[in-house]
């Protein structure tokens, strides 16, 4: 009897520690996980430790390869069996037949895929899923990151290199709008190398993607009718009454391409980026206050700015993304393009208005300059 209680304590001494041996081995589990690298990195790179910051960098994507690597293979495998290739490219019919068959583990790759890349980003073509799939063992992520510790430690030439890669492979990154950060990364390091003529380059290929800018050498139509809107009034609030615009992510390109221009004396293309910025602060503002004002409806700026007073959140949030440098310098446009009634009559309303002193003051400054 007391035999069999011993070994019954035995067992069950084994079966906890085998318990633990899983609990603790699904924690090295999600520590070697390609993301949480990443974000140890980035806690590495915030403290000043850079090199554990890149070991972490460089330990994600072999991590990242080896996975993909992995996945690609045991799913070229999944979709090779007769049965599978009878229903041919549509990644909806190969996805149910690997279903019906129970090969969860490769309907879990798919499953894991869609949740950034839907069917269609592939036309639905299995085909073209697994040529993507075999590419994603690149991991630009890993060389944005790296580019921005080189940038910490002060060696931006060797920041935009890793920066440029992870633009090449752009189309493998995981959160497609990424692709912004890197771009504005490129044009701020190309800044600080005093490559002006990169700095405009890169910022206007954000702007590319916003049909309302146009090109270069020919504005939109709809860019057009701001300008001679702006033009035909004594006063900016039909222009901020009539127009509105809500791509934020091209607010900085905006900001930036205005003090490029402006520093270049080409005051006419600074005024047609400086309008866009504008309209793009005014829009989200305008969008903010009705979120917390369900009866808000715009009226005029300075009924808008004034609604701002004590939202501290918002008005942070507007700072931190230069709102009220970006105002100020559309009046500053406006004024250089010999437009100075418009441009006075918003110094005028911002130094009455803005929720910001110092932006106020500025504002209250140059409406009294001649």
């Avoid at 954000?206 to 309302?212: A, G, H, R, W, Y």
């Avoid at 970006?326 to 009559?345: P, R, S, T």
Wanted: overall charge neutral; charged content about 30%.
């Amino acid at each position: 009897m007391k035999k069999n209680i011993i070994f019954t304590f035995c067992i069950l001494i084994l079966f906890s520690l085998e318990i633990f041996a899983d609990i603790g081995g699904d924690e090295n589990k999600a520590s070697d996980k390609p993301w949480h690298l990443l974000e140890t990195a980035k806690l590495r790179m915030e403290q000043g430790e850079f090199g554990e910051a890149l070991n972490n960098v460089n330990y994600a994507r072999q991590i990242h390869e080896q996975e993909m690597n992995a996945k690609y293979e045991y799913l070229l495998h999944a979709i090779k069996s007769k049965q599978v290739k009878r229903e041919g490219d549509n990644i909806y019919s190969v996805y149910s037949i690997l279903k019906k068959r129970e090969d969860y583990d490769a309907c879990k790759i798919l499953d894991d895929i869609f949740l950034t890349h839907p069917p269609v980003f592939f036309d639905k073509s299995m085909e073209k899923l697994m040529s993507w799939l075999k590419k994603r063992a690149i991991y630009p992520e890993t060389d944005f990151l790296t580019g921005k510790i080189f940038f910490a430690e002060g060696e931006y030439q060797q920041a935009m290199t890793y920066y440029k890669k992870a633009w090449d492979n752009r189309e493998m990154l995981e959160i497609p709008d990424e692709r912004f950060r890197i771009i504005y990364a490129m044009a701020d390091t190309a800044q600080l190398l005093q490559h002006y003529d990169e700095q405009e380059k890169y910022l206007l290929l954000v702007l590319t993607e916003d049909p309302i800018y146009g090109t270069t050498s020919l504005e939109s139509p709809t860019l057009q009718a701001m300008i001679n809107t702006i033009d035909k009034q004594k006063s900016v609030e039909k222009f901020f009454l009539l127009y509105r615009h809500k791509k934020q992510i091209a607010l900085k390109a905006y900001i930036d391409l205005t003090k490029i221009y402006m520093d270049m004396g080409n005051y006419e293309r600074a005024l047609t980026t400086s309008s866009l910025a504008s309209i793009i602060i005014i829009s989200n503002l305008d969008t903010e206050v009705g979120k917390i004002d369900y009866t808000h409806s715009y009226k005029d700026l300075s009924e808008l700015l004034n609604k701002l007073r004590g939202k501290n959140l918002i008005c942070k949030w507007a700072e931190e993304n230069k709102f009220w440098q970006g105002l100020i310098e559309f009046a500053d446009c406006l004024k250089h393009c010999g437009k100075v009634e418009q441009a006075n009559d918003l110094y005028i309303k911002l130094s009455q208005s803005l929720p910001s002193l110092k932006y106020a003051q500025e504002a209250a400054y140059k409406a009294k300059s001649k």
